[in-house]
């Protein structure tokens, strides 16, 4: 018998520590594959390319295989960016004769724009295929198609800035001549009937632009809005559409006097980057002025990204996301995120940047320096959209009136602006929570008193058991329940339903009454604690009187309909799937949980104690109260601590029965999305090791700490009650 009893206590003990070892291998796995979230990008040099003297253009294909790069010789130099050597030159023929001024790229595009010294501009198509050999290398060729020449200006005037934009039906050109004057070049792609390509061109000046007073240009990557930099610091923007029109003036520099010295527009085409020649560094968009009385729409400086120390000479967007590449007068180059506002990185000047190149693929920076070098760098920087105030601040997002928290992890474009912000998640988790806990703790612990302390031990030999098998019933039939049956038809008996909770408490207390006034011969009949049984009908009775009701209240005091007068009066609206829903489905789930708990603490207060208040005098409620209730203080605060953590974690319930919409409202008619829920809609959306996948991590660690933390709480409150009130 000894052997056996240290056998079982070896495996109690083993089995014990298996399961804390067990949920601390979760925690560390769960927090490893959040980590990287919040980790700093890497950068790092892979070689140098030397020769390439007054770099206009720098580029690089998707594999960072071959790179290219435009400087004043009519030819396209390619270069191998990880060995440091030429590779070939592509000669411009029809351009032979002069020396390229200007050279832009389409963003996202294999399409390029130059301009030459004797006012001439051409549009080249660069493409780049990979090439796979037979003993598994890759290499990438470069294929050029050299499109239609077209002259701009008077005489010979040579192209002083040139921006690009290229799209399937056509492209949009912006070019400035050495006297000052923009041009904006049209090329239109129409297709027949019969399916033959027609390309329509048109060239028009800029009116509204002073000579010689640009300073920036930029073409959004749609072609719909071009912007024009100036030397006071102000920024033009024109819409264009069938011909351009002016759309505002902004301030793009804070300080007045100092020019923009760099313009970039970001993926998606809404928001402009403002670099200034005091260094600082801005994106814009369009968006409702609230000083406005109309609300109408202007250009807002929604992110101030940095200031660099000296002024901004290059900016090179990415074409994956929000993020952009910078370079100031020092040559220092730095790494920034539109979104958030963040500088992520930055490298030291090695010499005057003449161009730079973001990889296609957010994976690597070129920089080209005035000593005719281009460095290639290596670059890891996975999650760059994710910072704490991304996660839980306010951030002003495109398309927004102001600064907001949102949840929207996908879109439909690759344009889509992420949005991670958790707050709406923890506040729906809180909401959902707060109302099943209003619902099930009232009735769970009422219950628990009465069935210990009043009701017959027969029936509360029934009662328990049916009461404990509600626990095992699986939350997703819960689910589907509340919001496949009680959600739609709660929708139209909402007056009832309330009026039904009004009446029960005034039925059972007018019960009460007549039992007390029922002669004692009819009363004596029913054994002490069996009363309860008469209740069941009443309940049904006020629940039925509440829904025969319900119309005749709605029509009296909400004008016939409940939902409409809501809406008008208050602003409310209401949804089908809300807090009711849920509060009514997840409060059924945590009720059997709290119940069994409250009961077992209230039924283990010795009898003593209960005998010696009644026999001092006091009455059975009395006692219940005043005595029982604080000596089972502990354990019924445990119970409701449990209560609370099924309800935190619940999944199918609150997946099913609310609209999962992230909003932050505490109106009991709207839905709400939790934690738990959220996690659940989005793993099927989540590509491996993503953004997505890493804040789900995160959202699941944030449930284990909320469960922590609330557990932690719980058991030192439950010690000093028990301290308190005794050891029972």
Same mark, same amino acid.
């Given at each position: 018998?000894?052997?056996?009893?240290?056998?079982?206590?070896?495996?109690?003990?083993?089995?014990?520590?298996?399961?804390?070892?067990?949920?601390?291998?979760?925690?560390?796995?769960?927090?490893?594959?959040? @980590?990287?979230?919040?980790?700093?990008? *890497? %950068?790092?040099?892979?070689?140098?390319?030397?020769?390439?003297?007054?770099?206009?253009?720098?580029?690089?294909?998707?594999?960072?295989?071959?790179?290219? /790069?435009?400087?004043?010789?009519?030819?396209?130099?390619?270069?191998?960016?990880?060995?440091?050597?030429?590779?070939?030159?592509?000669?411009?023929?029809?351009?032979?004769?002069?020396?390229?001024?200007?050279?832009?790229?389409?963003?996202?595009?294999?399409? +390029?724009?130059?301009?030459?010294?004797?006012?001439?501009?051409?549009? %080249?198509?660069?493409?780049?295929?990979?090439? @796979?050999?037979?003993?598994?290398?890759?290499?990438?060729?470069?294929?050029?198609?050299?499109?239609?020449?077209?002259?701009?200006?008077?005489?010979?005037?040579?192209?002083?800035?040139?921006?690009?934009?290229?799209?399937?039906?056509?492209?949009?050109?912006?070019?400035?001549? =050495?006297?000052?004057?923009? @041009?904006?070049?049209?090329?239109?792609?129409?297709?027949?009937?019969?399916?033959?390509?027609?390309?329509?061109?048109?060239?028009?000046? &800029?009116?509204?632009? *002073?000579?010689?007073?640009?300073?920036?240009?930029?073409?959004?990557?749609?072609?719909?809005?071009?912007?024009?930099?100036?030397?006071?610091?102000?920024?033009?923007?024109?819409?264009?559409?069938?011909?351009?029109?002016?759309?505002?003036?902004?301030?793009?520099?804070?300080?007045?006097?100092?020019?923009?010295?760099?313009?970039?527009?970001?993926?998606?085409?809404?928001?402009?980057?403002?670099?200034?020649?005091?260094?600082?560094?801005?994106?814009?968009?369009?968006?409702?002025?609230?000083?406005?009385?109309?609300?109408?729409?202007?250009?807002?400086?929604?992110?101030?990204?940095?200031?660099?120390?000296?002024?901004?000479?290059?900016?090179?967007?990415?074409?994956?996301?929000?993020?952009?590449?910078?370079?100031?007068?020092?040559?220092?180059?730095? +790494?920034?995120?539109?979104?958030?506002?963040?500088?992520?990185?930055?490298?030291?000047?090695?010499?005057?940047?003449?161009?730079?190149?973001?990889?296609? *693929?957010?994976?690597?920076?070129?920089?080209?320096?005035?000593?005719?070098?281009?460095?290639?760098?290596?670059?890891?920087?996975?999650?760059?959209?994710?910072?704490?105030?991304?996660?839980?601040?306010?951030?002003?997002?495109?398309?927004?009136?102001?600064?907001?928290?949102?949840?929207?992890?996908?879109?439909?474009?690759?344009?889509?602006?992420?949005?991670?912000?958790?707050?709406?998640?923890?506040?729906?988790?809180?909401?959902?929570?707060?109302?099943?806990?209003?619902?099930?703790?009232?009735?769970?612990? &009422?219950?628990?008193? !009465?069935?210990?302390?009043?009701?017959?031990?027969? %029936?509360?030999?029934?009662?328990?058991?049916?009461?404990?098998?509600?626990?095992?019933?699986?939350?997703?039939?819960?689910?589907?329940?509340?919001?496949?049956?009680?959600?739609?038809?709660?929708?139209?008996?909402?007056?009832?339903?309330?009026? =039904?909770?009004?009446?029960?408490?005034?039925?059972?207390?007018?019960?009460?009454?007549?039992?007390?006034?029922?002669?004692?011969?009819?009363?004596?009949?029913?054994?002490?604690?069996?009363?309860?049984?008469?209740?069941?009908?009443?309940?049904?009775?006020?629940?039925?009187?509440?829904?025969?009701?319900?119309?005749?209240?709605?029509?009296?005091?909400?004008?016939?309909?409940?939902?409409?007068?809501?809406?008008?009066?208050?602003?409310?609206?209401?949804?089908?799937?809300?807090?009711?829903?849920?509060?009514?489905?997840?409060?059924?789930?945590?009720?059997?949980?709290?119940?069994?708990?409250?009961?077992?603490?209230?039924?283990?207060?010795?009898?003593?104690?209960?005998?010696?208040?009644?026999?001092?005098? /006091?009455?059975?409620?009395?006692?219940?109260?005043?005595?029982?209730?604080?000596?089972?203080?502990?354990?019924?605060? =445990?119970?409701?601590?449990?209560?609370?953590?099924?309800?935190?974690?619940?999944?199918?319930?609150?997946?099913?029965?609310?609209?999962?919409?992230?909003?932050?409202?505490?109106?009991?008619?709207?839905?709400?999305?939790?934690? =738990? /829920?959220?996690?659940?809609?989005?793993?099927?959306?989540?590509? !491996?090791?993503?953004?997505?996948?890493?804040?789900?991590?995160?959202?699941?660690?944030?449930?284990?700490?909320?469960?922590?933390?609330?557990?932690?709480?719980?058991?030192?409150?439950?010690?000093?009650? *028990?301290?308190? @009130?005794?050891?029972?």
């Amino acid at each position: 018998m000894i052997l056996l009893d240290r056998a079982a206590g070896l495996g109690i003990m083993g089995g014990g520590a298996f399961i804390v070892l067990a949920v601390i291998g979760i925690l560390l796995f769960v927090v490893l594959e959040a @980590y990287p979230l919040f980790r700093p990008a *890497k %950068i790092w040099p892979i070689a140098t390319t030397a020769g390439l003297a007054d770099v206009r253009l720098l580029g690089v294909d998707e594999y960072r295989d071959l790179a290219y /790069a435009l400087g004043s010789a009519p030819s396209i130099r390619l270069f191998d960016p990880v060995g440091g050597k030429t590779v070939s030159d592509l000669p411009l023929d029809s351009l032979a004769g002069a020396s390229l001024t200007a050279a832009a790229a389409s963003p996202r595009h294999d399409r +390029l724009v130059v301009g030459t010294s004797d006012g001439r501009i051409q549009e %080249i198509d660069l493409g780049f295929s990979p090439v @796979y050999h037979e003993d598994g290398r890759r290499t990438t060729e470069a294929e050029m198609e050299q499109g239609r020449v077209r002259r701009i200006g008077e005489g010979t005037l040579s192209v002083r800035r040139l921006a690009f934009s290229s799209q399937d039906a056509g492209s949009v050109t912006l070019a400035e001549t =050495s006297d000052g004057r923009i @041009y904006v070049l049209r090329e239109v792609v129409r297709t027949t009937l019969v399916g033959e390509a027609v390309r329509e061109h048109a060239a028009l000046e &800029l009116g509204g632009v *002073k000579p010689s007073r640009a300073t920036a240009l930029a073409v959004s990557e749609s072609g719909r809005a071009i912007f024009v930099g100036m030397e006071d610091g102000g920024v033009q923007a024109w819409s264009l559409e069938e011909e351009p029109r002016f759309l505002e003036t902004f301030q793009g520099v804070e300080k007045p006097g100092v020019p923009v010295t760099a313009l970039a527009v970001a993926i998606g085409g809404n928001t402009v980057i403002v670099g200034g020649g005091d260094g600082s560094l801005a994106g814009w968009f369009r968006s409702r002025d609230p000083a406005s009385p109309q609300g109408a729409k202007r250009f807002m400086p929604v992110h101030r990204i940095a200031t660099l120390p000296s002024q901004v000479v290059a900016l090179a967007p990415s074409g994956r996301d929000r993020g952009f590449v910078s370079a100031d007068g020092s040559g220092a180059v730095r +790494l920034h995120f539109l979104t958030n506002e963040r500088t992520l990185l930055a490298l030291a000047g090695d010499g005057a940047v003449r161009a730079l190149a973001f990889a296609p *693929k957010a994976d690597g920076i070129l920089v080209a320096t005035e000593s005719g070098e281009a460095r290639h760098y290596g670059l890891h920087n996975p999650h760059p959209e994710i910072s704490l105030r991304a996660l839980f601040g306010k951030i002003w997002y495109e398309g927004y009136d102001r600064p907001d928290r949102v949840w929207q992890s996908t879109g439909g474009s690759d344009e889509f602006e992420g949005k991670f912000n958790l707050v709406p998640l923890l506040f729906g988790t809180i909401k959902g929570t707060l109302y099943a806990l209003l619902f099930a703790v009232p009735i769970a612990l &009422l219950a628990a008193i !009465y069935a210990s302390q009043f009701l017959h031990h027969r %029936i509360r030999n029934v009662l328990k058991p049916a009461i404990e098998i509600m626990a095992a019933l699986p939350s997703v039939v819960l689910g589907l329940i509340a919001g496949l049956f009680l959600a739609p038809r709660l929708e139209t008996i909402v007056p009832g339903t309330i009026f =039904s909770l009004v009446l029960l408490p005034v039925f059972f207390l007018g019960a009460s009454i007549l039992w007390k006034v029922f002669p004692a011969r009819w009363t004596d009949r029913f054994p002490t604690g069996t009363e309860v049984i008469l209740l069941i009908p009443i309940a049904f009775l006020a629940i039925w009187s509440g829904q025969a009701l319900g119309p005749l209240l709605e029509r009296a005091l909400f004008a016939g309909d409940f939902r409409h007068w809501l809406n008008g009066a208050h602003g409310v609206r209401y949804d089908q799937r809300n807090c009711i829903v849920v509060g009514f489905a997840m409060g059924f789930a945590v009720i059997p949980i709290i119940f069994t708990i409250c009961e077992d603490a209230l039924s283990a207060v010795p009898q003593g104690l209960v005998s010696g208040s009644i026999a001092c005098g /006091a009455s059975r409620w009395q006692t219940a109260l005043q005595i029982v209730l604080p000596a089972a203080g502990s354990g019924i605060f =445990s119970a409701i601590m449990i209560g609370f953590g099924r309800a935190v974690g619940e999944t199918m319930i609150v997946l099913m029965a609310t609209g999962n919409t992230p909003i932050m409202d505490w109106s009991i008619f709207n839905g709400m999305r939790t934690l =738990s /829920a959220n996690i659940a809609v989005e793993v099927p959306e989540a590509p !491996y090791r993503g953004t997505l996948y890493r804040v789900l991590f995160f959202s699941g660690f944030l449930l284990f700490l909320t469960t922590f933390i609330v557990n932690t709480a719980a058991e030192v409150i439950r010690l000093r009650l *028990k301290r308190k @009130y005794g050891n029972y």
